[in-house]
């Protein structure tokens, strides 16, 4: 074969570069302006209120584990309510719901206030009241992550959630700096006044969007029921138990660092309350600027790659402040871990929002920050259990080698599925197998059957659309299915499906999406028979 000149030479395509400031398109939207405003003023508050009272926990007690306790009150009511309020957030009218969680953290911010100004304040009282607080950060976390799919174009949510990033990364800065002037001037009571304010005013803000709520024509789920379809969904989702895992594994070790931070600031030379202050704000600033760069970071670098990374730099960040000597040692490994911090979230937040469609948004991301926040809650709890039984440095390290050994680990056992993402928007063709009109008198389960006639010799592949298919079946709420073979007939199947109701049934339908209906072609396209699947529906006496 003679020589391919460098004219003949084929040059492959570019690849598709993000325009120039793409991190910043979604703020052109004055409704995700509005509320991305809000998001940062909550999270500000969240930070002056998380600052104050680990700061007072230092000057209640002087025990590792209860300044730790405090990072695991905090964030273990989302782990706890994550998924009723992730249900409660999918069922109501988010924007109320929205309005009511911004009330309910100004009012424990009131009493808060009234403890310390009573001189009522102790460790225990001040884990409570820590406590409380997380209810409403629990309470509100699922559904403002569940609204921003619907405010922003789908190739932008990438960049809005980015956004999101810079809001809590922009608040970790402001929230530390209001927080300790407050804390320096006036005293701690005055920081968790300016927390109602602000709390209150940002429910107000909420209440002037306009946003129509569009009750469900089948009726509104019952909590229970909603729960259990939202975990089944997210279990038999392979990206979401993906995501799950990682994000797991990282929140788990990389709490050591926050959890720990204000007995670190405290070891440094001059290390004080400002100095606590300087670190989460350097923190906050790597964070801000990684997110300026995600863009093109996603563009060369897969999810996976970006999150080991991530995972490593974090790793790195943790042990040098293990043996950081001043400010000057720590203020730039804080940076680089905030770096490390938003690469790894927003990666694996992106991959779980385009795992999820809309009717499950809210319970599939509930169950993300559950994961984070018990990740984080039981991992404080343990990095500070270490370091009283050893120390400080000791229980960074090992939270640093074990952090980055797990995750690949997980990389490498907890398989992702390939190709490209699935569409999850909803079907807009009808759905062809859709149930008739008429509603049986009976109210117990619905047994459904579809009998399929395939080639025999194709039985493998089949088998495997099948597979696919239970867990879409299953995904979508339904409590059985079965494949049945016909031993004398062998390219005769039989699926079966059970539905808890008449209306669940009903709902199955409703929830489909594009990918439903592209796997639903795939299915039929193995039945040979001259008439389509046959399908029947049984109701079970009571």
Known sequence: MPPISPEETPIPPARPQPPKFAALEPLKLPVFRMLWSTWLIANICMWMNDVAAAWMMTSLTTSPIWVALVQSASTLPVFLLGLPSGALADILDRRRW????????????????????????????????????????ALRW????????????????????????IAMNASRIIGPLTAGMLIASAGSVWVFALNAVLSVASGFVVLRWRREHTPNPLGREKLISAMRVGVQFVWQSQRMRAVLSRITIFFFHSTALLALLPL?????????????????????????????????????????????????????????????????????????????????????????????PDWVRARGMSTYQMAIMGASAIGAALWGQVATVTDLRSSLEIAAVSGTLLMLAALRWVTDVSGEEADMSPARAGWAAGP???????????????????????????????????????????????????????????????????TDHLRRFNRATAADMALRERRLAFHIGESPPVVTRYVVKR
Request: proline share 6%.
């Open 142 to 165: 699922p559904v403002f992550s569940a609204i921003v799919p619907e405010l922003v174009p789908r190739p932008q949510l990438p960049a809005a959630l980015g956004l999101n990033g």
């Open 264 to 356: 670190l600031a405290r070891n440094l030379k001059g290390g004080g309350a400002a100095t606590f202050t300087l670190l989460l704000a350097a923190m906050g600033a790597g964070a801000i600027i990684a997110v300026l760069f995600l863009p093109r970071l996603r563009q060369a670098l897969g999810r996976d790659q970006l999150v080991l990374r991530g995972t490593v730099l974090q790793s790195l960040a943790t042990a040098v402040m293990a043996f950081a000597p001043n400010a000057w040692v720590a203020v730039p490994a804080m940076f680089f871990g905030g770096m490390a911090w938003i690469t790894v979230a927003n990666s694996l937040s992106v991959s779980a929002q385009l795992a999820l």
């Open 98 to 137: 929205l309005v009511a969680t911004q009330f309910w953290l100004a009012g424990t911010a009131i009493v808060l206030c009234a403890a310390i100004a009573m001189d009522m304040m102790t460790a225990p009282l001040l884990l409570a009241l820590t406590f409380a607080n997380g209810i409403g950060l």
């Open 436 to 502: 008739p009109a008429e509603t049986p008198e009976e109210s117990g389960r619905v047994v459904i059957t579809i009998e399929y006639m395939i080639d025999p010799a194709r039985a493998a592949a089949f088998h495997l659309v099948m597979h696919q298919t239970r867990r879409a079946r299953i995904g979508q709420g339904a409590i059985g299915w079965e494949l049945l073979h016909d031993i004398a007939e062998p390219g005769r199947y039989l699926e079966e499906i059970v539905d808890e109701s008449w």
